[in-house]
């Protein structure tokens, strides 16, 4: 198969516009009614997926990964761009790997709402890359930003923090302590993260003040809200939401696994957004509505004169967590 019969018979299929001729043209056209969001995520085999992650979890990833940044906008998305760049040591591979890519990735889109629309396709000396732009539409206000957060608003999260990163860990043979179903189960949030449904971004769009989506690390993200919104961030670290296998873990390798470390790790994929309390109830009561598990776990507050922005994350005795280091940085701590 050459790039122009992946294209035309592994791909085109997923364009299911009636009537239209995409990815059988140069262009797509794409034509709104309303408010037009678009956000762009690469992942890369070694660094946001394993070479040994089976290539659907790894299509499924890439959709989820830009998902999560539209719904936490209060977006729903519509239409989505793929780069695929394939390394040209997998070639052989791909003639059985590329179908269950494109029929895991058209699932794993409509699931989502949206279509593939159009893309590039080339191959690489370098590792698997790929690259989806994912577009969504939203309401009149536009999307929820990362500045609107208020002095006074709850902080709220969706799902749970750290299965992500825990899930890495065993990726890479470091949390043997803990069994192999809690193991298997953690392991499966790390290929295949689960943002928070569709249903819920009207949920965001209509209370939400402030929103982000958690992908860096829950501490990484809430500095970037509190920074964006000029706001203190106060965190209550009982209130942090875990899985059960995240609680296990922290029992059974609690020289590894640590809140600060689950609030420090990445690959959550789930929205942390603020609210005036005036909503607390009818947002908790949505949530449960549409099965999301929803937690408030801290307040935004004002920042005072000299102060910068900042979050803290506060223990049952009200004592500071001090965290080393506060999310996952691909330049390192100095940039680049
Ligand atoms: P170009 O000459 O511009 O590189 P291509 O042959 O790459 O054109 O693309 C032809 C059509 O197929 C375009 O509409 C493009 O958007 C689409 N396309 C190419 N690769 C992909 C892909 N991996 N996924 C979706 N659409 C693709
Ligand atoms: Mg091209």
């Known amino acids: 198969m050459d790039e122009f019969d992946i294209i035309a018979s592994l791909f085109a299929p997923l364009a299911t516009s009636v009537g239209s001729d995409l990815l059988r043209d140069d262009v797509a056209e794409i034509i709104t009614s309303g408010r037009t969001i678009v956000t762009a995520d690469a992942i890369v085999e070694g660094v ?14 890439l959709v989820r990964v830009n998902v999560s940044d539209v719904v936490a906008k209060g977006g729903r998305p519509t239409a989505a761009v793929l780069s695929l760049i394939w390394p040209e040591t997998r070639r052989l591979r791909g003639a059985e790997e590329l179908p269950r890519f494109a029929d895991a ?12 629309v159009g893309g590039d396709t080339t191959s690489t000396p370098g590792p698997l890359t790929l690259s989806l732009t994912l577009l969504g539409c939203c309401g009149p206000r ?28 065993v990726a890479l043979g470091r949390l043997s302590e803990i069994s192999a179903e809690d193991a298997a189960a953690l392991l499966g949030r790390y290929r ?18 402030g929103s982000v989506d958690v992908s860096d690390g829950l501490a990484a993200d809430a500095g970037r809200l509190a920074v964006a ?31 600060e470390r689950l609030i420090a790790g990445g690959d959550d994929y789930q929205a942390l957004f603020t609210a005036p309390p005036c909503h607390r109830e009818e947002l908790a009561a949505r949530a449960s509505g549409l099965g999301i598990r929803l937690s408030r776990i801290g307040t935004a507050r004002a920042v005072s004169n000299d ?8 223990n049952e005795k009200g004592e500071t967590l001090a965290l080393a280091r506060s999310g996952w940085r691909h330049f390192g701590d100095d940039g680049l």
């Open 192 to 209: 295949t993260p689960e943002p928070p449904a569709l249903a819920f971004a009207g949920v965001i769009a209509e209370f939400a003040t």
């Open 142 to 169: 536009g999307p929820v930003r990362r500045s609107g957060a208020s002095a006074g608003d709850d902080v709220w999260v969706t799902g749970a923090i750290g299965d992500g990163w825990l899930g890495l860990e």
């Open 48 to 61: 946001h997926f394993l070479s040994s992650d089976p290539i659907e979890t790894v299509a499924a990833k």
């Open 105 to 116: 990735l058209g699932a794993e889109l409509r699931r989502w709402g949206a279509q593939l």
């Open 229 to 259: 919104s000029n706001v203190a961030l106060e965190f209550d670290l009982s209130a942090i939401p875990l899985s059960d296998e995240a609680e296990r873990a922290e029992k059974r390798a609690p020289l590894k696994v640590s809140l």
């Open 307 to 314: 102060a910068a922005p900042s979050v803290r994350f506060l």
